[in-house]
Structure formats: C-alpha cells, structure tokens
C-alpha cells in the first residue's frame, strides 16, 4: 500500500475519507476477506489523494466499518502512524426495541469508545465526534467521559456532529478541552447552510430549518467544520436520477463543463466549490469506489482558482433561481 508523505496534525481545510461505505451490508451478517479487500482498496486511493484524516462512526454497518479498518491496519506496517482517526458514538441502533435512540451517557460513551478501539485494533482515536444532540444529554456527564477518555489516552480531542451553536457551547461550559470539529450535511444540493445566511429577514428562509449562525459560530471559535454528503451522492457527477429536476439538469451539466474547462473531475469541482468558501470547510467523501475517491484530489487546486463569479453560478444553477 502506498503511503503519502508525512503530513501535518491538526484540523482544517482539506478532504477527509468517510468510512460509512466500508463493511459489507447493514445487516448483522459477518464481513468477508473481500470487504476487507475493498476497504485496503479505498484506503491506498484516498492516500494516493492525499488524504490522512479518516472518518468513522461506532454504528457504520453496525461496527464492521471500524472491523475492516482495523483489519487493513494490522495488515499495514506504519499505516496508523501515518493517518489520523476519528469515530463517532451517541447512536444505538436496535437494542431495547427501539430501531434508534440517542445515548450520549457517561457509561455509554466509554463503551462505545472501547468497542472502537477494539474494532480498529488502535489505541487511540484523535478525535472523538459526538454524533447527534441527545434531549437527555447532561454535560457534566460527556464532561467527565472526555476528561476520563482524554486522561487515559484513548482519545486526543472532541469534537460534535449535526449540532448548531447553543448545542456547541452547552457543552463547551463544562468541557475542559476545546470541540474542534462539527460535522454537518453540507453540499451543493443540501445547501441549508448557505441559504440561511443570505435568507435573514426574507420570507424564503423560513422553507430551510438549518440553524443561522452555527457556521459563524464555529468559525469564531476555530471550530473545524466538516461537510458530509459532499458529492451530493453523485447527483451532479453521473448517478442515476429517476426524475431529475431542471436545477438538477442544469447544475449537472455545468460542473462538467467546468470541469472540462479547468481539466479536472466533476468531483473537484463540486469539492472545491465547498472549500472555497472562507470558513475553511473540509468535506468527508463517503465513496468507496476507487476511482472516484482519487476523482477528487484536485479539489483543492479548483478552491484556489475558481472565481467569485463561477462560485456563485453554481449555486444559483443549483438553487435553481436568482439570490434575493
């Protein structure tokens, strides 16, 4: 397996590796020697592109994601040394009779971490994301896990997933470490986020429920923000539509003749548009086609170029009406 040259620690602008697609089925049936296979396949591509943060969560096909990774791990001399990891706990799926529930529990939360650790054969996690707001969350108790997980190691940072700005800074009045990330769906289709800046004080905005302000927020506080659902699950790059809307048209033929224009992938484009926009945003690609994966290594490369006036083509295109 390849390896990149080594890279800087920290949280920023740049692409991650969403390992939601790694493991099989979501059923409980066993992963096989040839998932583990195509998530060594997905790994080396997203090094090939550069990429060093990889993205997990306790409940990805029920656990065999984190599985998989920690078996291309053991098979991989150095290749944790190399890479930073995150994973997320705060969701139980079908347990109580329930199909889900929100457990952001003192208890819960040292579990989840131990189980995966164990699943990932690693010692430690450099960031912890909780992943949903729990309505029964007492920060004192997440407080005291993260200090506990901190402490022994297990962890190096926290960081949330799918909260708005009051959410964050519950949390941050009792924790003793800064959140450094927040990951949100955020996207040339899924533009809640976007709208709802432009959208204050007009009649349109009350159609988008995203919470204004929590993008601004994080900025302030240097809060990473990390945009899942970055490719709109092909939607503009080739995925079948049964009933594509004219916007959906429209955009979709624009991002690839951009990208003809600037001699790079579809994926670039739709990538870069979300990294140029000043708040440093770093989006988590969730594919686990390699081909795909390495379509986006230029995405960085498009941020830098692209122009204030085809930034904003693509969102009126995709919107698929003028801004206010």
Known sequence: MTLPAEH?????????????????SWSAEPYSSAQVDEAAAA????????????DHADIYRHGKAEAVF???????????????????????????????????SRDSILDRVNGSLARL??????????????????????????GQLLAEGKIRAVGVSNMSAPQIDLLQDRLETPVVANQLEMSLSARAWLESTVLVNHAEGTDYSFPHGTVEHCVR??????????????????????D??????????????????KGTTGEAVLLGWLMKHPAGIAP???TANPDRIRACAGAAEV???MTRAEWYRLWITARGSNIP
Request: proline residues 5%; charged residues 15%; negative net charge.
């Open 121 to 146: 054969r690693t010692d430690y996690v450099d960031v912890l994301m909780l992943h949903r707001p729990d309505p029964l969350l007492d920060p004192a108790e997440v407080a005291s896990a993260v």
């Open 284 to 286: 988590v690609i969730g």
């Open 70 to 104: 920690g078996e291309v791990l053991a098979q991989t001399p150095g290749l944790r040394e190399r890479i930073r990891l995150q994973t997320k706990c705060g969701i139980r799926l079908g347990e109580e009779g329930l199909d889900a529930f929100y457990d952001l």
């Open 221 to 242: 506080r240097g809060i990473s923000l990390q945009a899942y659902g970055a490719l709109s699950r092909g939607l503009y790059t080739g995925a079948p539509a049964a």
């Open 244 to 261: 594509p809307s004219a916007a959906e048209t429209a955009t979709t033929a624009l991002v690839a003749a951009m990208a003809a224009a």
């Open 8 to 24: 800087q620690p920290g949280m920023g602008q740049e692409l991650i590796y969403g390992c939601m697609g790694l493991g099989g």
């Open 303 to 305: 941020a830098a170029g």
């Open 43 to 54: 790994v080396d591509a997203a090094l090939a592109a550069g990429i060093t943060l990889f």
